[in-house]
């Protein structure tokens, strides 16, 4: 051990009276940073000095670089504390000593540390939430076991029934059994995960949608179909929707999107929740919209897949979302996408909601660019 | 010191028959202390940014330690009677109580999210069970936590008296209970798998008793939340030590009772002025509308829709906002005029409530504008206003205070309490 160094004079509170008694405070340089010995002064001079551990040290933060404060409080632990008027004489002793301060004492008071940790904050936020929370997701989602799921699949649908947002369907018998025939056709091309159990439901309302729900299950809307039959898009255009929404199903996006939210909401409420709510509301909905998107950029890449599989063409998928766009940019009010609570344990369906120029603000990619994509058999991607 | 402190006395005005200004012929001398605050704007400012960036950068888990140094900032900036306060929390207690608290709240959200209702029931009833320890642990861990010239302070209550104490928390859950059972009775039941039947036309009489259970209810609520709110004062002033000195405590419920109402008073009028602002706005824009013809319609109406969700939530936090900053002024002012330390000192406090009120407001509105970034300065000025508002009147000097050794206590209560918004500053 080297040399003692000595600091200035100070006031000891032992913690057993508020009486200060009169210390020179030395400070002897250690391993594990810097211990403190107290030596009498006045009237005490004759008792004999007391030795504190770095462990029970607790140093003052230095707050600023500029406003030194008054009067400086060390935390001596069990020993009390030691007050000190001498704040330069005090920094001075215990730079003398070997002390390091802290990175935050370092970001308190220099700029260039607390940007650079600034900008390292930023990077690690967004790798957390671009990679991280979508990998963990998938991970998870993994994990869960297949009855459990389809259950929650179940639940989702009969809350809809229950709300009456959807109702029994009113297409004829017919078209029914030729759509089940198709889609028979596409999960024949399609890589099932075991325990998943697709199955394809019509049902009444929520506008022209589509929507898989966790489990497997495919809901088309009466809306949807006979949109489709309108627009002179055959039965190959809901092929495609078929294969797109299976693609929601095999990925296991409503699970995923659960687990994401929730890693969302109390990770940015813990992070950001202290510098405003309405921030943290405006990056979790934000962050949220951006997995959304990515969910449907990989049902598309799983309907493309699946539709070349089954010799299907996927052009008609495409000029079904532009007119269905069309539909909607028209005079008519917009049909009913449902945002209901059921819907956020479920991937919703192929609809598009808004112009370009807002993509971050929509739960889909620009309809233009998907509809050209799939059209291209652009897998880029995927 | 002692002249200094005498000096000041002329500067405050204070009551003379409070505190003898010359030294008295008979008795011993008291001594007035202001508290001054230290505290700007500027560093704070700076602290909290570097919390929030090493917060994020370690995906919040610096929590602990970013609280920790925010109150060390407020206490250590806070000195009474020329010797700050020292807040002195051991850190391993306050991470753990840290993650104890996050693991609970991702398992409570997992039980909600996945519907998990008898899960999430459990943690409901178990958090309501627990309330009172919460709030016992989190005062006991606080108190020995902070020190002054060395000498902590102590929360003796036992836990019967806080169980005891607590008992308006229970009355409050039994009415509110009542009140869904009175829906539910009022409401038919229709057998599962019809259709649900909307009630053709509701009678008073079949609306009288829910109603009438409401207003139970609520008044319950009121004068058992005003119930609470003293008790947990009184003990944990009454039980609070300062080394070998006790708390004192001289308020009445009657006391509570007053300000509980005044304040719903306040918030009354508050939601009334909103409420007249928002449809008076509302109104102007709907007639602004059918000026500009029927071609505006669609896209207009709905962006008038989400202006007005935007409008009514902002107002709606805007009304309670006096209400609030009235309630903790006059509590703040109630409590810090009577508190005292056995017969060794005793507090004064002169806040006044209406430029307390008007601050909170000024910073409220600042805040929002900003997105929040002018919050440090708003926590700075009104920490600042309620804390050089009171004077400490100290009668036989300052040396007397003797230190005890305290338990100490763990970090969980005091999480849970921060997890329900019992701030340590504010």
Same mark, same amino acid.
């Given at each position: 051990?080297?040399?003692?160094?000595?600091?200035?004079?100070?006031?000891?509170?032992?913690?057993?009276?508020?009486?200060?008694?009169?210390?020179?405070?030395?400070?002897?340089?250690?391993?594990?940073?810097?211990?403190?010995?107290?030596?009498?002064?006045?009237?005490?001079?004759g008792?004999?000095?007391?030795?504190?551990?770095?462990?029970?040290?607790?140093?003052?933060?230095?707050?600023?670089?500029?406003h030194?404060?008054?009067?400086?409080?060390?935390?001596?632990g069990?020993?009390?504390?030691?007050?000190?008027?001498?704040?330069?004489?005090?920094?001075?002793?215990?730079?003398?000593?070997?002390?390091?301060?802290?990175?935050?004492?370092?970001?308190?008071?220099h700029?260039?540390?607390?940007?650079?940790?600034?900008?390292?904050?930023?990077?690690?936020?967004?790798?957390?939430?671009?990679?991280?929370?979508?990998?963990?997701?998938?991970?998870?989602?993994?994990?869960?076991?297949?009855?459990?799921?389809?259950s929650?699949?179940?639940?989702?649908?009969?809350g809809?029934?229950?709300?009456?947002?959807?109702?029994p369907?009113? %297409?004829?018998?017919?078209?029914? +059994?030729? $759509?089940r025939e198709?889609?028979? *056709?596409?999960? &024949?091309?399609? /890589?099932?995960? #075991?325990?998943?159990?697709?199955?394809?439901?019509?049902r009444?309302?929520?506008?022209?949608?589509?929507?898989?729900?966790?489990?497997?299950?495919?809901?088309?809307?009466d809306?949807l179909?006979?949109?489709?039959?309108?627009?002179?898009?055959?039965?190959e255009?809901?092929?495609?929707?078929m294969?797109?929404?299976?693609?929601?199903?095999?990925?296991?996006?409503?699970?995923?999107?659960?687990?994401?939210?929730?890693?969302?909401?109390?990770?940015?409420?813990?992070?950001?929740?202290?510098?405003?709510?309405?921030?943290?509301?405006?990056?979790?909905?934000?962050?949220?919209?951006?997995?959304?998107?990515?969910h449907?950029?990989?049902?598309?890449?799983?309907?493309?897949?699946?539709?070349?599989?089954?010799? %299907?063409?996927?052009?008609?998928? +495409?000029d $079904?979302?532009?007119?269905?766009? *069309?539909?909607? &940019?028209?005079? /008519?009010p917009? #049909?009913?996408?449902?945002?209901?609570?059921?819907?956020?344990?479920?991937?919703?369906?192929?609809?598009?909601?808004?112009?370009?120029?807002?993509?971050?603000?929509?739960?889909?990619?620009?309809?233009?660019?998907?509809?050209?994509?799939?059209?291209?058999?652009?897998?880029?991607?995927? | 010191?002692?002249?200094?402190?005498?000096?000041?006395?002329?500067?405050?005005?204070?009551?003379?028959?409070?505190?003898?200004?010359?030294?008295?012929?008979?008795?011993?001398?008291?001594?007035?202390?202001?508290?001054?605050?230290?505290?700007?704007?500027?560093?704070?400012?700076?602290?909290?940014?570097?919390?929030?960036?090493?917060?994020?950068?370690?995906?919040?888990?610096?929590?602990?330690?970013?609280?920790?140094?925010?109150?060390?900032?407020?206490?250590?900036?806070?000195?009474?009677?020329?010797?700050p306060?020292?807040?002195v929390?051991?850190k391993?207690?306050?991470?753990?109580?840290?993650?104890?608290?996050?693991?609970?709240?991702?398992?409570?959200?997992i039980?909600?999210?996945?519907?998990?209702?008898?899960?999430?029931?459990?943690?409901?009833?178990?958090?309501a069970?627990?309330?009172?320890?919460?709030?016992?642990?989190?005062?006991?861990?606080?108190?020995?936590?902070t020190r002054?010239?060395?000498v902590?302070?102590?929360?003796?209550?036992?836990w019967?008296?806080?169980?005891?104490?607590?008992?308006?928390?229970?009355?409050?859950?039994l009415?509110?209970i009542?009140?869904?059972?009175?829906?539910?009775?009022?409401?038919?039941d229709?057998?599962?798998?019809?259709?649900?039947?909307?009630?053709v036309?509701?009678?008073?009489?079949?609306?009288?008793?829910?109603?009438?259970?409401?207003?139970?209810?609520?008044?319950?609520?009121?004068f058992?939340?005003?119930?609470?709110d003293?008790?947990?004062?009184?003990?944990a002033?009454?039980?609070?030590?300062?080394?070998?000195?006790?708390?004192?405590?001289?308020?009445?419920?009657?006391?509570?009772?007053?300000l509980w109402?005044?304040?719903?008073?306040?918030?009354?009028?508050?939601?009334?002025?909103?409420?007249?602002?928002?449809?008076?706005?509302?109104?102007?824009?709907?007639?602004?509308?059918?000026?500009?013809?029927?071609?505006?319609?669609?896209?207009?109406?709905?962006?008038?829709?989400?202006l007005?969700?935007?409008?009514?939530?902002?107002?709606?936090?805007?009304?309670?906002?006096?209400?609030?900053?009235?309630?903790?002024?006059?509590?703040?002012?109630?409590?810090?005029?009577q508190?005292?330390?056995?017969?060794?000192?005793?507090?004064?406090?002169?806040?006044?409530?209406?430029?307390?009120?008007r601050?909170?407001?000024?910073n409220?509105?600042?805040?929002?504008?900003?997105?929040?970034?002018?919050?440090?300065?708003?926590?700075?000025?009104?920490?600042?206003?309620?804390?050089?508002?009171?004077?400490?009147?100290?009668?036989?000097?300052?040396?007397?205070?003797?230190g005890?050794?305290?338990?100490?206590?763990?970090?969980?209560?005091?999480?849970?309490?921060?997890?329900?918004?019992?701030?340590?500053?504010?």
């Amino acid at each position: 051990m080297s040399e003692a160094v000595p600091g200035p004079a100070g006031r000891w509170f032992d913690g057993s009276t508020s009486r200060g008694r009169p210390v020179r405070v030395d400070l002897l340089p250690g391993a594990r940073g810097p211990s403190i010995r107290l030596v009498p002064l006045g009237v005490d001079s004759g008792r004999s000095a007391a030795e504190i551990a770095p462990a029970d040290i607790g140093w003052p933060e230095a707050w600023s670089a500029h406003h030194a404060p008054s009067v400086l409080v060390i935390d001596l632990g069990p020993h009390g504390s030691l007050q000190v008027h001498d704040v330069v004489g005090w920094q001075r002793a215990r730079t003398l000593a070997g002390a390091r301060p802290s990175l935050a004492t370092r970001m308190l008071t220099h700029w260039p540390v607390f940007l650079s940790v600034l900008l390292v904050s930023a990077i690690a936020v967004f790798a957390f939430y671009r990679w991280g929370t979508p990998w963990v997701a998938t991970w998870l989602a993994r994990q869960v076991p297949p009855a459990w799921e389809r259950s929650l699949g179940q639940r989702s649908l009969q809350g809809l029934d229950d709300a009456r947002m959807t109702q029994p369907t009113r %297409l004829d018998a017919d078209t029914q +059994a030729r $759509l089940r025939e198709r889609f028979g *056709q596409v999960l &024949a091309a399609t /890589a099932v995960p #075991p325990g998943q159990k697709p199955e394809l439901q019509f049902r009444a309302g929520m506008g022209v949608n589509a929507f898989a729900l966790p489990g497997g299950t495919v809901v088309l809307t009466d809306g949807l179909v006979r949109h489709a039959g309108k627009s002179g898009l055959g039965d190959e255009a809901l092929a495609g929707v078929m294969a797109h929404e299976l693609g929601h199903a095999v990925h296991r996006h409503g699970l995923r999107m659960l687990i994401e939210q929730g890693v969302l909401s109390v990770g940015l409420g813990l992070v950001l929740g202290d510098v405003s709510n309405l921030l943290a509301l405006a990056g979790t909905t934000a962050t949220g919209l951006a997995y959304s998107r990515r969910h449907e950029v990989e049902a598309d890449c799983h309907a493309l897949a699946v539709m070349r599989r089954a010799g %299907l063409p996927v052009a008609p998928m +495409a000029d $079904l979302l532009e007119t269905m766009e *069309q539909a909607q &940019a028209g005079p /008519a009010p917009a #049909p009913a996408s449902a945002p209901g609570p059921a819907n956020a344990a479920s991937a919703s369906g192929p609809t598009a909601r808004s112009a370009p120029s807002w993509e971050w603000l929509s739960s889909h990619p620009a309809t233009p660019d998907r509809a050209n994509r799939l059209r291209a058999g652009n897998t880029q991607g995927c | 010191m002692r002249t200094a402190a005498a000096s000041r006395l002329h500067a405050l005005s204070i009551d003379p028959d409070d505190i003898p200004d010359a030294q008295p012929a008979t008795g011993p001398r008291i001594d007035a202390f202001p508290i001054r605050f230290t505290g700007d704007g500027a560093s704070y400012l700076r602290l909290w940014l570097v919390n929030t960036a090493l917060r994020i950068v370690t995906l919040g888990f610096y929590t602990p330690f970013a609280r920790r140094k925010t109150v060390q900032y407020f206490f250590g900036h806070t000195v009474v009677a020329g010797s700050p306060l020292e807040f002195v929390a051991p850190k391993k207690r306050m991470l753990f109580g840290f993650v104890m608290m996050v693991l609970l709240l991702i398992s409570w959200k997992i039980a909600v999210e996945s519907g998990q209702d008898t899960a999430a029931s459990l943690f409901v009833l178990g958090g309501a069970l627990l309330a009172p320890w919460a709030w016992g642990s989190a005062m006991r861990f606080r108190m020995t936590a902070t020190r002054w010239r060395g000498v902590r302070m102590q929360f003796a209550a036992t836990w019967g008296e806080v169980y005891r104490a607590s008992w308006p928390i229970f009355l409050i859950a039994l009415a509110w209970i009542a009140f869904v059972f009175a829906v539910d009775h009022a409401i038919p039941d229709t057998p599962p798998g019809s259709p649900p039947r909307m009630p053709v036309k509701p009678s008073w009489d079949a609306l009288a008793f829910p109603l009438g259970a409401l207003a139970v209810a609520l008044l319950t609520s009121l004068f058992a939340g005003a119930r609470l709110d003293y008790n947990y004062q009184a003990l944990a002033v009454a039980r609070c030590r300062v080394g070998n000195q006790a708390g004192r405590w001289k308020l009445r419920y009657a006391d509570f009772v007053g300000l509980w109402l005044a304040t719903v008073g306040v918030l009354l009028l508050g939601v009334a002025a909103a409420l007249g602002v928002f449809f008076a706005t509302g109104a102007a824009a709907v007639f602004g509308l059918r000026a500009g013809g029927p071609s505006t319609g669609g896209l207009a109406f709905v962006v008038l829709i989400l202006l007005g969700l935007v409008v009514g939530g902002l107002l709606l936090v805007l009304s309670s906002a006096p209400a609030r900053a009235y309630r903790e002024a006059r509590r703040f002012r109630m409590i810090w005029n009577q508190i005292g330390l056995s017969h060794i000192a005793r507090c004064k406090c002169r806040l006044d409530v209406g430029r307390y009120v008007r601050l909170r407001l000024v910073n409220l509105v600042l805040t929002l504008i900003t997105l929040g970034f002018y919050l440090p300065y708003a926590r700075i000025s009104e920490y600042r206003m309620r804390a050089e508002s009171v004077t400490l009147f100290v009668k036989g000097g300052l040396h007397q205070l003797a230190g005890q050794l305290a338990r100490e206590e763990q970090g969980l209560g005091d999480a849970l309490a921060d997890a329900a918004g019992l701030g340590l500053i504010t």
